[in-house]
Structure formats: C-alpha cells, structure tokens
C-alpha cells in the first residue's frame, strides 16, 4: 500500500536549504509552488529557518506525524539519518542522494544498509537516486520531485526507471496542455519496486492510462503478475529501452543492472497485453488518445478529411498498422451524397474536400459514428480560410463528447484558429500535427480494444503421464546435463508428442530385428559423444531400403567407427515433411519460454522465430504460429501441399505443457519436426533437453 | 527558367475580390501581408476597386508589363482569361481553379484546351487546381498563394504535389521559428513540372535541402535526371505516399491518375541519392537538420548525455538507423577523464552527469569535435536546475557554429530556460524534443554523406556479341512474344552469361549424339507449348547416368507426349548449387529494372528480392547483392559453402547491360540460377525472354 508516499499527509526534507541550486530547496520550492496540502518540515542542523519555514535540527524533533521524508544528503550520512526516520515512525522515504548500487560493490552494500534499517522499523524505501513522485490530484497536491515541469491535473500516470525519459515524457504533455495523474521515477528499486507502482496506479480508480519506461525488469515474474491484472482494467503503455546490443549495454553501464534479456520482456508485454512502444513520442501520442477516447470495438477505420494528400498518408499508416479501411455501408453513403458538395469523394478516405462547411464536416462526421461498419474515426482538417472552421471545430467537439467510437484528428492550422484546436479538444478528441501520429495512436487503440476484448485465455491440459516423465528425469540425477536422445523420445512420448519410431542399436546381430519392428526404409545414425557432426563424419546414412542395404551401410560404419566404442540408431526414414523446430526454456521465477520457427535458413538466417511465455493457450498458439513470416509456406505456399498446422498447434501446447510440468528442463529442443500433410499429423526427429537441478 | 514565376515582377488577379473568403481575396492578402516587392493588379469586371486598389476589367488593359497572373475564377471561363494573359504577353499563369484533369474526361479536355492557348503564345500554365508559389527571397517577397502559414526567410524549398501535405510541412517549419526559401504545390502538372521545379530549386544557390512530396510521378525519366543532377549538390528529402495499395487506391480517387508503380519510385530514388522517408515528421526533422549542419564525413557517432535514460533511447535508434557508435581516441579519454566528474561515465554515450556545468559538458563537446575517430555528435541535455544551463548552451552555440562535424541536440527544458534553446540554435545546432527525433536526423544525414562521397559510378561494358544478339531478335519478329528457350539461351552466351549446355532433340536416334556431346549425368525436358507444368505432367526426367537410362527415359516420355508432337530438350545435370533469380523489366522512357533475389521460398514467400534501376556498377551490384535478407546464405551460412558471389555480380551486371541494350526485352527472367561454389561460376538453368516491337 503507496498511500503514505503518493498521498502523504505531511513532509520532512532532509537536506532542505536556503542553497536555490541544493536538491533540497528544489523539491520544497516544488512542493510550495505547487500548493502541497500539508504540512512540509524542512531539517537542516545548520540553519534555523529555511525560506520562511522553522527548520528542524533532526526528524526526530518534529512535533506531529510525518508520512514522507525526502532525503538529499551525501550517501554516507542516509543510514544515520533513516535510525531517525525509523524512530520517528515515518513511513516512507524518498532517497534522492546517489552514490548507491549503480557506482559499485560499496555502494551496494550501503544501499542494503540503508533498507536493513528502514524494514528494521517497517518504514519502506523510495530509491535511492530516485527522483522522487508527484501526484495532481488537487486534494494532495504533490510534488515530491526535484524536477521542473510544472504539475496539473490529468488522467495518465507515469512511471520511469530512467528520470530523464520520465521528464520527456512529462515535458511532452505539458507542452501541449494536458496535465498528469501520478508519477514515479524510482531510481535504483532497493525497496519500493515499479511493480507496486504500477499496482498501486491500477487500483487508482482517476488513473485512466499507465505509461511506464523499463530499462531492466528487476522482478519479471511480478510485472507479469500486475500488469495482466492491471490491462484488464487500463492499458499499460511501455517502452522498454536498451533494445539493441549496443544499447543494453548503455543500460549495464549506466544502472549497474545485470543485461536483460530483451526476449523475456517481449514475450511478458504480450503474455500480459501491455503495449509496446519502440519511440517516446509515438507511446505519448498513444497516451493522450486512450486517456480521452473509448476503446475501438473492432479494427475498421474511416478517414474522413477535407484535403486530399493527408488523407493518404493516414491511409498508408492505418494500413501499415494493421488497420482496415472500413466499407461504408449503404445507407451511410446514401446519407453522404445527399450531405456533401458534388465534387465530395463518398468512399474511404471520404473526401468532403475543402469548401465543406459545419453542415457537410460535421454532418458527414455524425452520419460516420451511426455506421455499424465502422469501429473508429480519423479525421484530417485544414482551416481552409474561406469556411466556418470554428462552426465545424464546434460541431467535431459535440459529436466527440457522446461518441462510443474513438475519433482522432490531425489538424493543420496556425494561432488565429486557436479556438478550433481547442473547440475540438474540448469534445475529447485528440489534436496532433501529423496524420501519421493519429494512425499509430488509433491501432495502439485498436491492439488493446482486441486484447480486453478476447475470450478468457483456456489453458487446455492434456492428459499425460507426468509421473511416468518424472520417472524417466528421476533416473538422471546429477546435475546440469542433456539426456540421452532414448530417454528424451520417452519422455516426448509420455506427453503425446509423436517422435519418429527409434530403435538403439549396439551389434550387428541386433540389426534385422530392430529394423522389422520400424520397417523399412530407414535411417541409421552412429550415437556417441564423441562424434559431434554426425553427417559431416559419415555417421548417417539415410535411404536404407532393405536388408542388404542396411548391413552393407552398418558394416562400412562400424569399420569407420569402432574404435570409439558407438552405439547405433535406427529410425524410420520419414517421408520428409516441412521441417519446424519448437523450443522451451526455462526463466527462473516465471514460466518457460516456448519457441516455434521453420527449420534450416528460417531459424538460422532470418531469425523467423516466435516467442510465447507458458502456458499457452489454443488461440494464443494460432496466433504464434501464424506470426512467423514463413507462415505461407505452411498453409501449402507454391503449389505445396498445407501441413498439418492443427497437429503443430497440438504440440506447442503439449510442450509448454512439459516444459511447465517440470521447471527443471532448463532448454529443450525438438528440431527437426517433420509436419506432414494436413491429416498427417507431425513427428520429432531429433530432440535435446538439458536439465538442472 | 522558371524566374518568372519564383521571381515574378508584377502580379495580376485575375478574380481578386472585396470577398475576404475568395480565393483571389486571399492571395491579394498574401501579396500584401508579405510585402511583394512588386506592382499588384487586381482583375474584377464588377468592382472599380478591390481594397484600396484601382481594378481592371481585363489583364489586357494593365498599362505595365505582367510577369504572373493568378487565376481563381470558373473552369469553364479560364480560356477566355488566357487568351487575354497570351495578348497580354503574361509569361506565367498561375490557375488555382479546379474542374479540370481531376474531374474526368471533360476536365481533362478543358485541361489540354487552356495549356494550347498559353502555349500558343508563349505563356506557361502552373496548376490547373494548385495552390501557388512562395519565394520568401526578401527582395521578391511574394506569397501567390492561398494558404495560411506565414512565411519567412529560411534556406529550404519545398515542393508538395498535395497542397495539404505542403502546409503540414511549412506549419511544421513555422512552429519552430524556421523559415522556408521557396514553396510550390503544382496541381495537376499540366505544364509546370514537379521536376522543373526541382531542377529550379538546384540551381538556386540559398537553397539548402530541398523537400518534395510526390504521389505519383509524371515523368519518371525527367526526375532521375534531374534528381541525379541536383543531389550532387544539394539533399533532395521525398515523401512518396500511397505506399500501400489501399493508399495507391486513395491516389487514384484523388488526383484521377493512373496508379504509380512504388518500385519505380523506390529504384529511382535509389538511383539518383533522393533520401525517402516514410513519414512527414521524419523528413522535416532531416530537413532542418541539413539546413544547418554539415554533412558528415562516415558513420561513427558519439552521444554525449547528462541524463543516463535517454541516452540509451538515442544509442538505440542510432544503431537501429544504421550509425556505429565511434570509439574515443586515447587521447580523448585522457582529456575527459581529467575534464568531468568522478561520477561521469567516459566511454559511449559519454555520461557527464547532471552536475556538470559549461566547464564540464562544453569542454567534452569541444574535445570530442577534435577527436578523428567521430563523425558526428549527438547531444542531450536537460537543464539541471542546480547548474549553469544558459552557460552550457552558451558553450555549445559557440562550438556548433565553427564545427566541421554534424551536431543534433535533444534539449528538455520548458519556458524559463528559452534562451538555452535560443543560445543552441543560434549555433546552428538543431534542437529536437526526442532523442529518436535528433538520431533519425542524423542517420538520414549520414546516408546523404555516403552518397555524396562514393566514387562517381562506373559503367563496365563487357565486350559482348550485340549484333548476333540483334541478328537473334530480329528473327523473332511479331509482337509480344515469349521467345523459344533456345534462343534466349543463346541471347545469353552472346552476353557472356553462362546457361547450362542444352541440345535441343525432336527423335530418339538424336539423342546419342547429343548426349555425348553435353556429357552425363544429363536431364531429359518435353518441350511443348502445349504441356505447360512439365514436372507435374511427368515431362522432366533428372539425373540419367547413362545411355541406357537416357533411352529408356525417352521412351516413356514419347509415349505419354507422342500426340502433342513436341521437341525434346537434353541438358547437363548440374551438379545443384544455390539457386538465385535475376530478372529485368522495361520501364517505357527509362532504363529497365534489374532485380536479383534468392530463389524459391525466398522470393515467392519472403519477397527477399532487391530491385535496382540499370545500368549498374560494380559497386551498385555489391550492396544490391549484399542487401537480400538472405544474403549469408550466399556467403556460405550454416557450415556450406560460399557460393561465387563475384560471378553473380559480373552476370548481373552483363544482364543489365543486355537489357538497356535492347528496349524490346519487356521482361525477362533467369530462374534459377544455380550459383556453384566460390571460383565455380554460376549457370543459367531455365530463362524466360518476352519481346514486344
């Protein structure tokens, strides 16, 4: 519970001072300029007034209650003055100071003094070098920050583990008139954690859209438990940066943390439907729409505008975006032809061009919003000098206060139209410079209206043998090694996962029986540790036919072999299929990682892989297979014929459900599975699964 | 020439009113607003004055010379308007009406009428349906133009063929206090290109960087020219929009044109050093920053930050955009490391911490502008309210305006640090509100970088047999015609380019010889119009070791085909190498397009083809080559062998330089060819060769 420190009753600053330039006099400045509702005790030792404020020597001395210290002085002096705060009953403080983790193994361990001491009393930390919170709501008021953009009330809560992204992100809003609900930049996380943060944002009831930025996820497993219950309620705009090798590294070098793994936050935004963003302003520009617009029910967009060329930029945005371009329906286009001038283009863009006053914008507009085809609206609008832009403006402003569908709008215009900007703002609707933002905002909408709009996910559980499966991992104790490939077959089998038919081989004399019980043709394989590239060395010979054939390749095997003692595997020869590989992989404190990509040049070359984060369910498995950019090639592409995709959809359940079933698979491979034609069914060739424990 | 036009002495308006919402009311405006240094001519038949101006009834009765008329008055009366112009010796005639090509086959009649009677006497029409021209140049001053952005001085020039598309641009410009040098929205181009005014806009010497908007292009073949000219000495920035189909769609309804090929676009572009961008924003951002900067020398950036967050976001989209990030020299190191903060982070980003003052961040910049292992500089910074700002911004002006290298700037700040922005700016260093914003500008500034300091192209020819090759089409004649596989082979070894040996045979007691001739293993092909998927129909019999087998095959092959009476083909069995595809295609008044791409899946499912426009050097073929997702597949990925990338690049050039050798080829394509390892070649499998005459 984050009350005492988004809602403090009353203030301490330790550090506070007359010094304009001292973190201190900053936050207090910020706090008076802002109208905190409470009161606010300045600690200084040295100085018996700060501003016009009766300063206290030590924390200890205030005379009331207090819910929030601030604390600005050098990193050594935070543990004795905490001893204070503890004693005094504080609840939370805001551990500005630096000097902590993010500069080395000293600082670690006083930042684990410091939170040692604060548990000692039940007093929790915020930071520290944090930069502090905020929260608008005029009952409150609080500006516990010593940042500079200035405070008004909004529905977007923030929260940044990067200070400076969070004033960017800050700054962009105020730039353009919108105010903030909460904010948190929260520094190095030695206590109060971004996962309570956002928690607590989900639960305030004015917070109508949560914003954060994420360099590494401290604890993945809990934002993946509060963020899927808060994107139920409100969507979670995210940009997680250090994307790229280059830039993670930026992030060990800055934060201290160890390098994230860009793959597990991507596989938890989507497991938990929080939105991505790739750039501030593109996840800003988001923002602003959903804290004033409902959620799309669907993803058919109309463009409506009075010029032509933006009209096509939008529709290029909507489209890359994976938007459709709505079909008016028939009535809505009789209504359009009746409404707007003759040289109009009722169609999609729907061109009312630039002579249409009030009547024919803002008619067209309203006729648009009735259109059972249409789920959201984006419009383009000029003030063409020799209309009545403020009677259309006006009219937009009254037609998106009782909207049900989301409308956007890109509007061109200079400061003697002023009044249209803010007519239309007025009635909700978002105001950007550029068609392209509008699009992008609309199918983040739209991506988040398909999430809170899907069935409940069911998580099929197939009936295995687990214990049977556990048997089989019991008899491999020891630690951290691949199974045998047998073993691994079984323990596919034990779980429904078809594997080809196998047989392990030692001598010649156990060749014929083994191969009438697979049947022919088939495969034989030398099995040794020692020989790593089988086929490069010799040691597969596929085709095998019939008997002869099989004891001449055995033979000419052995020879080349035998010094390293092998055994032999025989495996039926398939009739090759479309290669695919699966994977899993274990992530400590969560679920697996399950993979799923074509074999050869698409893993390897193209990277043409998925990931999900277990457990998975049917749809969520459809929508992985189909993402893969090789997805074509499975529904039968070039006069192939289509595989059997449902049998592949079988499998990935089947595997994250092995692979959840047993945390001590740490990876797990199953490359190749030949998937045969549709009815066929599919098989694993190979396999590898390494455990732990 | 267009000064007429740009830099017009006198101008006449033709439909001038004392209506504040007609057009020639609002261009009067404009003139007066912007203070045209030239005589005004109202033209109104009905009013004696329109505003304090005496008006005439007709262009002829101007007593002074007319430069530029702009016309706003009826379609149907713009005839009769210009025959007066052409009396009148009018040099341009700017024609804001619509109703002409964009409303169909009678406006484009109307169209083709108004530009015969300039042209009869030696007028240019601009437009019809355009908004006008600006030249901001302060000795013109003229604003013919119906729009509302307030225009002032800058250095670039835009050209929008969307009038909307053009005022979005400006506003952008004119909210950030930037100026522009000339402006034109073209209408329908009935007369005035967009690529005279591109190559008007070249020979200027006050503009900077052009920008241009471009839907669909008129004349190809004019704006490579002129677009290969003028990049040479000045960025050319292009939006080209309808980009999807949907939005190729939405061009058509819009300007009635025919739909643009966007791959011609996109390898025109290529060709002649346009940079492309996919949105507005992007592109005036990239704008402002060539209006200021210098080019840089390479692509090593170095990001100097005193914020750690959004640093990362600016090493992110650096990379992303294809920058490397620049190691510092020793010796820079030694002087930061004595130069900032304890806690400062010297490496890249180099992170001087938020305390740092001028001393600190200004002296890292200047260090950095010395060090020859950077080209360029990426700045953010946020005006810590504890340090100095206006001194570092102070420092930074100073430095960016005698710097030798390209310097962008993500500044956070709000109004009461408005002279730090001012002190930046006035140094000529851009000022963006994202990080992305200012990497995006310095990527698209690198990219023009290369461009410029390549090597000037050079054409190889290769010593060819054209005239056989001529001799070989000639006997072809007839029209739109695939021609025999034969012959196109031929066509090929007359060009140099290797094809598998084929013998064509039509009787069983050909075939000894023939395959002695071309060598075992061999492939045995029907060859029929009339069997058209000659696999599936059991026309193909591969890998025939020997005669016996070659016979046996033939027989089969007879029996099944005898009733067609077709021919045989016999080829060497190749010995299966990786299989590429090339291709050309005629562009009518340009060279043809050569496109190369792996084949199978990788073309038909991944579309991972490259498409260049002929004739191509060496250099152009390597980074088309090299630019296929593919492309490690060629290099030998997954443990195989390197194929002959050289060979495939000499072919492809050789295929080029047969395509522009013959405009009749309207396509052709070689698929597959089988690239053999590295010093092996590479052969023509099976080609196919349309001609049209």
Same mark, same amino acid.
């Given at each position: 519970?984050?009350?005492?420190?988004?809602?403090?009753?009353?203030?301490?600053?330790?550090?506070?001072?007359?010094?304009?330039?001292?973190?201190?006099?900053?936050?207090?400045?910020?706090?008076?300029?802002?109208?905190?509702?409470?009161?606010?005790?300045?600690?200084?030792?040295?100085?018996?007034?700060?501003?016009?404020?009766?300063?206290?020597?030590?924390?200890?001395?205030?005379?009331?209650?207090?819910?929030?210290?601030?604390?600005?002085?050098?990193?050594?002096?935070?543990?004795?003055?905490?001893?204070?705060?503890?004693?005094?009953?504080?609840?939370?403080?805001?551990?500005?100071?630096?000097?902590?983790?993010?500069?080395?193994?000293?600082?670690?361990?006083?930042?684990?003094?410091?939170?040692?001491?604060?548990?000692?009393?039940?007093?929790?930390?915020?930071?520290?070098?944090?930069?502090?919170?905020?929260?608008?709501?005029?009952?409150?008021?609080?500006?516990?920050?010593?940042?500079?953009?200035?405070?008004?009330?909004?529905?977007?809560?923030?929260?940044?583990?990067?200070?400076?992204?969070?004033?960017?992100?800050?700054?962009?809003?105020?730039?353009?008139?919108?105010?903030?609900?909460?904010?948190?930049?929260?520094?190095?996380?030695?206590?109060?954690?971004?996962?309570?943060?956002?928690?607590?944002?989900?639960?305030?009831?004015?917070?109508?859209?949560?914003?954060?930025?994420?360099?590494?996820?401290?604890?993945?497993?809990?934002?993946? #438990?509060?963020?899927?219950?808060?994107?139920?309620?409100?969507?979670?705009?995210?940009?997680?940066?250090?994307?790229?090798?280059?830039?993670?590294?930026?992030?060990?070098?800055?934060?201290?943390?160890?390098?994230?793994?860009?793959?597990?936050?991507?596989?938890?935004?989507?497991?938990? *439907?929080?939105?991505?963003?790739?750039?501030?302003?593109?996840?800003?520009?988001?923002? &602003?729409?959903?804290?004033?617009?409902?959620?799309?029910?669907?993803?058919?967009?109309?463009?409506?505008?009075?010029?032509?060329?933006?009209?096509?930029?939008?529709?290029?945005?909507?489209?890359?975006?994976?938007?459709?371009?709505?079909?008016?329906?028939?009535?809505?286009?009789?209504?359009?032809?009746?409404?707007?001038?003759?040289?109009?283009?009722?169609?999609?863009?729907?061109?009312?061009?630039?002579?249409?006053? +009030?009547?024919?914008?803002?008619?067209?507009?309203?006729?648009?919003?009735?259109?059972?085809?249409?789920? /959201?609206?984006?419009?383009?609008?000029?003030?063409?000098?020799?209309?009545?832009?403020?009677?259309?403006?006006?009219?937009?402003?009254?037609?998106?206060?009782?909207?049900?569908? !989301?409308?956007?709008?890109?509007?061109?215009?200079?400061?003697?139209?002023?009044?249209? &900007?803010?007519?239309?703002?007025?009635?909700?609707?978002?105001?950007?410079?550029?068609?392209?933002?509008?699009?992008?905002?609309?199918?983040?909408?739209?991506?988040?209206?398909?999430?809170?709009?899907?069935?409940? +996910?069911?998580?099929?559980?197939?009936?295995?043998?687990?214990?049977?499966?556990?048997?089989?991992?019991?008899?491999?104790?020891?630690?951290?090694?691949?199974?045998?490939?047998?073993?691994?077959?079984?323990?596919?089998?034990?779980?429904?996962?078809?594997?080809?038919?196998?047989?392990?081989?030692?001598?010649?004399?156990?060749?014929?029986?083994?191969?009438?019980?697979?049947?022919?043709?088939?495969?034989?394989?030398?099995?040794?540790?020692?020989?790593?590239?089988?086929?490069?060395?010799?040691?597969?010979?596929?085709?095998?036919?019939?008997?002869?054939?099989?004891?001449?390749?055995?033979?000419?095997?052995?020879?080349?072999?035998?010094?390293?003692?092998?055994?032999?595997?025989?495996?039926?020869?398939?009739?090759? *299929?479309?290669?695919?590989?699966?994977?899993?992989?274990?992530? !400590?404190?969560?679920?697996?990682?399950?993979?799923?990509?074509?074999?050869?040049?698409?893993?390897?070359?193209?990277? #043409?892989?998925?990931?999900?984060?277990?457990?998975? /369910?049917?749809?969520?498995?459809?929508?992985?297979?189909?993402?893969?950019?090789?997805? !074509?090639?499975?529904?039968?592409?070039?006069?192939?014929?289509?595989?059997?995709?449902?049998?592949?959809?079988?499998?990935?359940?089947?595997?994250?459900?092995?692979? /959840?079933?047993?945390?001590?698979?740490?990876?797990?491979?199953?490359?190749?599975?030949?998937?045969?034609?549709?009815?066929?069914?599919?098989?694993?060739?190979?396999?590898?699964?390494?455990?732990?424990?």
């Amino acid at each position: 519970m984050l009350d005492a420190l988004f809602k403090p009753r009353s203030v301490a600053i330790v550090g506070a001072s007359n010094n304009p330039l001292s973190i201190g006099h900053i936050v207090m400045q910020n706090l008076l300029d802002h109208g905190f509702q409470g009161p606010i005790y300045p600690i200084n030792p040295k100085s018996k007034f700060i501003k016009s404020f009766r300063a206290y020597t030590s924390v200890t001395e205030i005379p009331d209650e207090v819910d929030l210290v601030n604390i600005s002085i050098k990193n050594t002096l935070v543990p004795y003055v905490l001893e204070d705060c503890g004693k005094k009953g504080v609840k939370f403080a805001i551990v500005h100071t630096a000097g902590f983790k993010e500069v080395g193994e000293e600082g670690l361990q006083l930042e684990r003094q410091i939170v040692e001491i604060a548990h000692k009393y039940g007093m929790r930390i915020y930071g520290p070098n944090s930069q502090g919170i905020q929260n608008s709501d005029p009952a409150i008021s609080v500006y516990a920050n010593f940042t500079f953009v200035p405070m008004s009330p909004g529905n977007i809560s923030i929260v940044a583990q990067s200070g400076g992204v969070g004033e960017t992100l800050k700054l962009h809003l105020y730039r353009i008139g919108k105010g903030i609900r909460m904010y948190a930049s929260f520094g190095n996380e030695a206590d109060v954690s971004m996962n309570e943060i956002i928690d607590y944002y989900g639960q305030d009831e004015e917070t109508k859209v949560i914003m954060a930025h994420i360099e590494t996820m401290k604890d993945p497993a809990g934002f993946l #438990d509060v963020a899927s219950r808060v994107t139920r309620k409100k969507p979670i705009l995210a940009l997680k940066t250090g994307r790229t090798s280059e830039g993670t590294k930026a992030v060990a070098s800055h934060t201290g943390s160890l390098i994230e793994q860009e793959t597990i936050a991507d596989v938890i935004f989507k497991k938990s *439907g929080v939105l991505r963003f790739h750039s501030q302003e593109d996840m800003i520009d988001a923002a &602003i729409a959903f804290s004033n617009q409902p959620v799309p029910k669907g993803d058919r967009v109309v463009i409506v505008t009075n010029t032509g060329g933006p009209a096509i930029i939008a529709v290029d945005e909507c489209i890359n975006a994976g938007l459709k371009l709505a079909k008016l329906s028939p009535k809505t286009v009789t209504t359009l032809k009746k409404l707007v001038f003759q040289e109009a283009i009722v169609s999609n863009p729907v061109d009312v061009v630039a002579t249409a006053g +009030p009547e024919q914008y803002g008619g067209t507009v309203e006729a648009l919003l009735k259109d059972p085809n249409i789920d /959201s609206l984006l419009l383009v609008f000029v003030t063409a000098p020799f209309v009545d832009c403020e009677g259309i403006a006006r009219k937009l402003g009254e037609l998106g206060r009782t909207s049900q569908k !989301p409308v956007v709008c890109q509007v061109m215009t200079i400061e003697k139209w002023a009044e249209v &900007i803010r007519l239309i703002r007025k009635g909700n609707i978002p105001v950007y410079d550029f068609a392209e933002t509008a699009a992008r905002a609309l199918s983040a909408m739209t991506e988040y209206g398909k999430f809170i709009q899907r069935k409940e +996910p069911v998580y099929k559980k197939y009936k295995v043998e687990k214990k049977k499966a556990a048997e089989l991992f019991g008899k491999q104790r020891g630690k951290d090694k691949f199974l045998p490939q047998d073993v691994v077959f079984e323990v596919l089998r034990r779980y429904g996962i078809p594997t080809v038919p196998t047989v392990k081989v030692k001598k010649e004399d156990q060749l014929e029986k083994a191969a009438e019980k697979i049947g022919y043709p088939l495969v034989l394989k030398v099995d040794s540790e020692k020989i790593i590239h089988k086929t490069e060395a010799g040691g597969v010979v596929l085709g095998l036919n019939e008997k002869n054939e099989l004891l001449a390749a055995f033979k000419k095997m052995a020879r080349k072999f035998d010094r390293y003692k092998p055994g032999y595997i025989l495996q039926k020869h398939m009739a090759e *299929g479309k290669e695919v590989i699966m994977g899993a992989k274990a992530n !400590p404190g969560l679920q697996p990682t399950i993979m799923f990509g074509l074999g050869g040049v698409f893993v390897e070359v193209l990277k #043409d892989v998925q990931f999900r984060l277990a457990p998975l /369910s049917e749809e969520d498995v459809v929508e992985m297979v189909q993402s893969i950019k090789g997805y !074509p090639l499975l529904q039968g592409a070039r006069g192939e014929k289509a595989v059997d995709v449902d049998k592949l959809v079988e499998i990935l359940i089947r595997l994250s459900q092995l692979a /959840s079933d047993f945390p001590e698979i740490s990876e797990m491979d199953l490359n190749p599975i030949f998937a045969l034609e549709k009815g066929k069914g599919a098989v694993v060739v190979d396999a590898r699964l390494r455990i732990i424990r």
